[in-house]
């Protein structure tokens, strides 16, 4: 069974930093371009970074370039989103993804951005 | 970047009846391999999103056959036949043509 678990959620000021983890099973991660996608509450979907199966590519919305940085450790089948300089437009609900043809999301995990 | 631009459904839909939405984009979705790059997602209240189609038609692992996409280029269409309770939500529309990945604002779908 496919599972994506998201941590490392929760409340933070504005202007810090947060790492979000997906630890990724059932699957072989190495095989999957991956990505983050955003909810704002009450709001709808948007995409925020994609990596490549194997790492070399990355892509972002022009809203988060230079502040956020999607990466990945395929050996612990692990993604990773660094999210600095925060704003308090950042607040949102995170899922990690797994793209491509049948793609899959996790549950998601809250970020506050908040003083 | 790409506009997705969703419908809107006159809810609520009563159980059994049919459903469609429709989504359009500012830019052909047709990929040199042929395939048009268009999902379907429905989030059930409380929940992540779940894919429905995928390539434009193609039914994701596990989802009803009442499920069925279809569309050219520039205009999409979901159909949901006989719809159940179970079906309430919020249907998106993503492209995955191109970076930025975007999506439709969404269609709320109620039932009766």
């Known amino acids: 069974e496919v599972q994506l678990v998201e941590s490392g959620g929760g409340l933070v000021q504005p202007g810090r930093s947060m790492k979000l983890s997906c630890a990724a099973s059932g699957f072989t991660f190495s095989n999957y371009g991956m990505a983050w996608v955003r909810q704002a509450p009450t709001k709808g979907l948007e995409w925020v970074a994609t990596?490549?199966?194997?790492?070399?590519?990355?892509y972002y919305r022009d809203s988060v370039k230079g502040r956020f940085t999607i990466s990945r450790d395929n050996a612990k089948s692990t993604l990773y989103l660094q999210m600095n300089s925060l704003r308090s437009e950042d607040t949102a609900t995170y899922y990690c993804?797994?793209?491509?043809?049948?793609?899959?999301w996790g549950q998601g995990t809250l970020v506050t951005v908040s003083s | 970047d790409i506009v997705m631009t969703q419908g809107v459904l006159p809810n609520p839909v009563p159980s059994g009846e049919s459903a469609s939405i429709t989504c359009r984009s500012s830019k052909s979705l047709v990929y040199k391999d042929g395939k048009t790059y268009l999902n379907w997602f429905l989030q059930r209240p409380g929940q992540s999103p779940q894919l429905l189609t995928y390539?434009?038609?193609t039914r994701a692992s596990g989802v009803s056959d009442r499920f069925s996409g279809s569309g050219s280029g520039t205009y999409f269409t979901l159909k949901i036949s006989r719809v159940r309770a179970e079906d309430a939500g919020v249907y998106y529309c993503?492209?995955?043509?191109?970076?930025?990945?975007?999506f439709g604002s969404g269609t709320k779908l109620e039932i009766k």
């Open positions: 993804t797994r793209e491509g043809a049948n793609a899959y």
């Open positions: 993503q492209q995955v043509r191109e970076y930025p990945r975007t």
């Open positions: 390539w434009m038609s």
């Open positions: 990596i490549s199966y194997d790492g070399s590519s990355t």
